[in-house]
């Protein structure tokens, strides 16, 4: 099954599609066919190398809807949680107006590729006024190496909804090579608070891509943190356009890179309208000979005035041979407002581990200490309690 | 020979000789004082004898229990039994002092997250914590908070004596550790040391001034001018300090070194 327009069309009417899907597929196909392979000449793939990668060599589709969704035990009514393909069918009223409108298709051909062949994924969907207590929590497993996984996730947050939601993506081989992506979009209405977590554990040979990207309207509170763990490529883009006065974003991420594992990331806080905030961390480890490039830019439009803007990116270096690099980034077209950014990329304080070891405790171990000691501010804003424990108990395992 | 023997120490610092040969016998049960000038290389001593990274050993041995300490890790040398109590006591944020205090503990234990038994259970480490936090007049308010992150200096050295009591080592150096603090700090801290003194334990206390010394009596006074001692005996000492200071070795081009066998 390559990655032809014949397996796109199985694929959709597997599941009977709408037609209005299939065309999207179509069009996502023929940019997938049109756009050249991102190349060292773009600055966004200046220092991140894909010309290893050739997706034709993983085109089994794996499980096409490959995604276990765990329900909060009782959902509020008007609540609609079932996998993409379904609610495309179901609510073409709510789906066809949104999805891959925020993260486009045609922005490069990886993009184009997930939208064109995207397999399982979940469709949340929380009406006005509506608060989910519990968590819901979608999983998204891969089961076999050499194949591709590529889930979506769409999530509307209605007029002062409130709920949490986590993505975890989990490979049962954790040596697994493979294609994988796991994008989301989520629309955050007027006055909402939406908890977002993605948790990427693919296997380490894995190839990945993601697009995580929000729109927040009028007052709308969004905390969306990012995990990066898995996969020997990873890029990530994270994005926040701020639609609304009084929209506030909080984007946070940790990322652990070990071996020879190479992790990208891009963000951009866009501040489209005046009084939005937005407040970015990005905290990584690396070590062995680990690499890991992250860019981020600050966007603040003419008309946003009183806009306070916050990005940091730290990175902790824990071998001579892993490298970090940090592009921090800043356009204001207005000069009424509050920035500020800064990257740090450092090594292990000698000075701590003296001190630890000083009292006993061996070098190993104080070092995992300092590398906890150094997610742990972010970890606190891990926006609900049962992603937190989870996120702490994967980096304990990682961490050795 | 002594429980804790320096023989001949020699160190430098980026290259700069600092300790030109230091000799001096610490048996368990004694508290020796080592006091000097700045720049006479007291630190160097201290921080050499735990091993810290900016220092170099040039020479010498350090034996205590059979080892030759100087060839063996900074933890090695903690477990082993040795204590510094830093004169400037390292931030590390992130980390609480609760987290360092138990990890520290489990590790002169031999816990390697294996052993359970070997485990300080939480009760243990409770009762543990609340009888010497009381003796050096803190409240477990502290214990939450990122090791030494906004602590006073007297929040610090009293943490850093805190430290000592739950690890309960044979061979503690305190360095400095009366520098910063207030007067109350100062009886708080000679109180948790005093009643740790006995048998089982030797200290070598490294101070500029002689007031730590009101409070914590010396069995032995040593002066370290230039990376040497050039005088050592009893108490007196201290008050012959207290008096005359470092002035009379100062002045003198060349002070007369004491030889190795004149060290107390």
């Known amino acids: 099954m390559p990655f032809t327009l014949e397996t796109m069309e199985e694929i959709a009417s597997l599941h009977g599609e709408p037609a209005w899907l299939r065309k999207r597929r179509r069009s996502s196909f023929d940019a997938f066919e049109r756009l050249p392979a991102p190349s060292r000449i773009d600055e966004e793939w200046r220092r991140t190398d894909v010309s290893g990668f050739d997706p034709g060599q993983y085109s089994k589709l794996e499980h096409l809807d490959g995604q276990k969704l765990v329900l909060p035990s009782t959902l509020p009514p008007g609540v609609i949680l079932k996998p993409l393909r379904q609610a495309a069918q179901d609510h073409p009223d709510l789906v066809e107006p949104r999805l891959f409108s925020l993260v486009h298709a045609d922005r490069d051909r990886f993009t ?18 509506v608060v989910i207590e519990q968590p819901v929590i979608g999983q998204h497993f891969s089961h076999e190496g050499g194949t591709s996984v590529l889930p979506h ?37 007027e006055g909402s608070q939406v908890g977002y977590v993605a948790v990427q554990k693919w296997g380490r040979n894995a190839w990945h891509f993601a697009d995580q990207r929000a729109e927040l309207q009028k007052d709308a509170s969004l905390r969306l943190f990012n995990v990066t763990l898995g996969a020997r490529f990873s890029k990530t883009r994270v994005e926040a356009t701020l639609q609304g006065q009084g929209a506030d974003a909080e984007l946070k991420a940790i990322y652990f890179a070990s071996g020879e594992q190479f992790f990208d ?54 071998s001579d041979h892993a490298k970090a690099t940090s592009i921090p980034m800043l356009e204001i077209d207005n000069n009424d407002v509050r ?3 800064g990257a740090t990329v450092g090594p292990v304080d000698p000075l701590s581990m003296f001190y630890l070891r000083s009292r006993g405790i061996p070098e190993a171990t104080a070092k995992r200490m300092i590398v906890q000691g150094f997610f742990g501010d972010v970890l606190d804003r891990i926006p609900f309690e049962h992603a937190r424990a989870l996120v702490e108990a994967e980096l304990e395992a990682r961490l050795g | 020979m002594a429980d804790f023997e320096i023989r001949n120490l020699r160190a430098s610092v980026e290259g700069k000789e600092i300790l030109k040969g230091v000799t001096l016998g610490i048996n368990k049960g004694e508290v020796h004082a080592v006091m ?14 735990m091993g810290h990274p900016g220092y170099t050993v040039d020479g010498g041995t350090v ?3 059979g080892q030759n300490v100087l060839e063996l890790e900074t933890d090695e040398r903690a477990r082993l039994g040795m204590f510094l109590a830093l004169q400037y006591p390292v931030v590390v944020p992130g980390i609480s002092m609760t987290n360092f205090l138990r990890t520290a503990l489990n590790a002169k234990r031999g816990y390697d997250g294996k052993d359970k038994s070997k485990q300080v259970t939480p009760k243990e480490f409770r009762s543990l914590l609340k009888g010497e936090l009381e003796v050096l007049h803190m409240d477990d308010s502290f ?51 005093n009643r740790m003194r006995g048998p089982d334990l030797g200290v070598l206390i490294i101070t500029h001034y002689t007031r730590i010394l009101e409070f914590i009596k010396p069995d032995f006074v040593h002066v370290l001018v230039d990376g040497r001692f050039v005088l050592s005996g009893g108490p007196e000492v201290a008050d012959r300090l207290e008096k005359t ?20």
């Open chain 1, 112 to 129: 184009a590729l997930h939208a064109a062949f995207f397999t399982g994924g979940t469709f949340l969907y929380v009406p006005d006024g």
């Open chain 1, 153 to 189: 996730t769409l999530i509307v947050a209605g007029k002062g909804a409130r709920f949490n939601y986590l993505d975890e993506y989990i490979a049962e081989d954790g040596n697994e090579i493979g294609y994988r992506s796991g994008s989301t979009e989520i629309f955050a209405g």
């Open chain 1, 265 to 318: 990331f891009h963000t951009l806080q866009d501040h489209q309208v005046g009084n939005t905030r937005s407040d970015l961390l990005f905290k990584g480890a690396l070590q062995d000979v680990a690499r890991t490039v992250y860019a981020g830019l600050i966007r603040i439009e003419k008309g946003a005035a009183r806009s306070d803007a916050y990005q940091a990116n730290r990175n902790l270096v824990l």
């Open chain 1, 339 to 341: 920035c500020t950014h």
């Open chain 2, 36 to 49: 000097g000038p700045n720049g006479s290389g007291k630190s160097t001593l201290s921080h050499t004898l």
């Open chain 2, 63 to 65: 034996l205590f229990k």
């Open chain 2, 143 to 193: 214990l939450p908070r990122y090791i030494n992150d906004g602590f006073s200096g007297g929040e610090k050295k009293r943490a850093e004596i805190l430290q000592m009591a739950i690890l309960k080592p044979e061979i503690a150096i305190l360095d400095e550790t009366d520098s910063g603090l207030d007067i109350d700090s100062i009886k708080f801290v000679a109180d948790a040391v």
């Open chain 2, 245 to 264: 200071g470092y002035s009379e070795w100062a002045e003198a081009d060349e002070p007369a070194v004491l030889k190795p066998e004149e060290v107390a």
